[in-house]
């Protein structure tokens, strides 16, 4: 008996092959069905392997929200390669020190980003291939059609290790180069299957994602897949775009950062609508106004759900469910919370000599779950020094209640000493 291939292909390949005939993706109005991001993944793979793309090669992603971001995640995961995701808002010389760093061999990139890419294949390093996805190429760089044009729809053959790297996502400090994030496939899939429980993702949902694909909104739309949804990706965030696809396209599930919740509330006090299709509205990122939480629960009602997660464990550390978002007094403060651990998460809180406080007591947050990275690559140090001990130290500081909701304070490096005490911004 062998070992049950646990990897990302295994959940989405298969999901694209039984949701074949349903809708799944609406960019800049053309609607793209199962099948057809199947095949157009298919045909994308397989131009890889033969530029030598294969498991736990990393492949840079260079675009912006589009249907081609999409279709290469798709043909990444097919081949159990690393995907490399750059946020379109880097400068030039941070997405080169990326490209160098992670050892890309393939660079997608859109029009914006493809300077810099281009960059790095000149400089005759371990990137050897640069695909654009729109526009006229320069100097040794391929176009997307030319690319797959030639290639097969067919699934292309490749044995993938649970060991395999998946994923190296970049994050950035207050301080240093961005490291990069090293999760295998083992571990992605678990934490695919725990946003397919704590997201609540159903097969009938409508979700519009306009946040960058590169970093939580891409997690989310991988779940929606598994779950046979339809997902309206946007370039950029437009409040009244979003409003109006509630109203007019019936959308029922949005994901945003909470500043993009109070531009939504402000465009719909000036332009009253019907929002009775939405039914969840998933944030995080960043703290939230309880005041302006409050606004939107009055404005849209019990829709909202809380997640708190980092790109070395992501988005579901902890969640806060709907039933969680009440006005009520005797459970109002719960919205100052980010809620209860995830299924296979556990929280804790450490005071400054390693001990374990006890609620109601702060300190620094650290976790454990069955989906945390393996590590910084090419930094140990870094690497021992957040993860210890099955830990991951989050640098969060925040203290846990009774009932294990957890409520964060600050960041462990904001931290300052006054007259012998610890003072948190």
């Known amino acids: 008996m062998t070992d049950y291939p646990l990897c990302l292909r295994t959940l989405l390949a298969g999901a694209l092959r039984k949701y074949a005939h349903r809708p799944a993706l609406v960019v800049d109005g053309r609607t793209w069905s199962y099948a057809d991001l199947d095949t157009a993944s298919n045909r ?9 793309v294969g498991p736990s090669t990393p492949v840079a992603l260079m675009m912006s929200n589009s249907a081609e971001y999409v279709v290469a995640d798709l043909a990444i995961i097919k081949l159990g390669a690393a995907r490399v995701p750059l946020n379109d808002m880097l400068s030039a010389d941070e997405a080169a020190y990326i490209l160098r760093d992670s050892g890309a061999v393939v660079a997608i990139a859109d029009a914006k980003q493809v300077e810099a890419a281009a960059r790095r294949l ?5 990137l050897h291939t640069v695909i654009l996805t729109e526009g006229s190429p320069g100097p040794g760089v391929l ?3 030319d690319v797959v044009s030639t290639a097969s729809g067919g699934e292309p053959r490749v044995d993938i290790s649970p060991s395999d790297v998946g994923v190296m996502m970049y994050t950035g400090g207050t301080t240093g180069l961005p490291k990069g994030v090293v999760h295998v496939q083992s571990s992605l899939a678990l934490n695919l299957l ?6 609540e993702i159903r097969s009938d949902e409508r979700l519009l994602l306009s946040s960058p694909l590169p970093h939580s909104a891409g997690f989310l739309l991988q779940t929606a897949l598994t779950a046979g949804a339809l997902t309206y990706v946007e370039r950029r965030f437009d409040p009244g775009s979003v409003l109006r696809a509630i109203e007019h396209h019936r959308v029922s599930y949005l994901f945003m950062v909470p500043t993009m919740i109070y531009r939504l509330l402000d465009r719909a006090a000036e332009t009253p609508g019907d929002y009775s299709a939405l039914r969840t509205v998933l944030y995080g990122a960043a703290p939230i106004s309880p005041e302006r939480l409050e606004e939107a629960l009055a404005r849209f009602g019990p829709v909202f759900m809380q997640l708190y997660g980092q790109s070395e464990a992501p988005n579901f550390i902890t969640r806060l469910p709907r039933e969680a978002h009440t006005t009520d007094p005797a459970g109002a403060h719960r919205l100052r919370s980010c809620g209860q651990p995830a299924p296979l998460a556990e929280v804790r809180i450490l005071d400054e000599t390693g001990h374990e406080c006890p609620p109601g007591v702060e300190g620094e947050v650290v976790v454990q779950t069955a989906y945390t990275m393996i590590g910084y690559h090419n930094l140990p140090e870094a690497t021992e020094k957040t993860l210890r001990d099955g830990w991951l130290h989050t640098g969060d500081i925040g203290y846990l209640d009774d009932d294990s909701f957890l409520y964060l304070l600050d ?6 000493i006054s007259g012998g005490m610890n003072v948190y911004c």
């Open 143 to 145: 176009t997307w059609d």
């Open 411 to 416: 960041r462990k490096n904001d931290m300052i």
């Open 122 to 126: 000149a400089a005759g390093e371990t």
């Open 44 to 52: 994308l793979a397989n131009a890889l392997v033969a530029r030598g």
């Open 194 to 199: 725990v946003h397919r429980v704590e997201a």
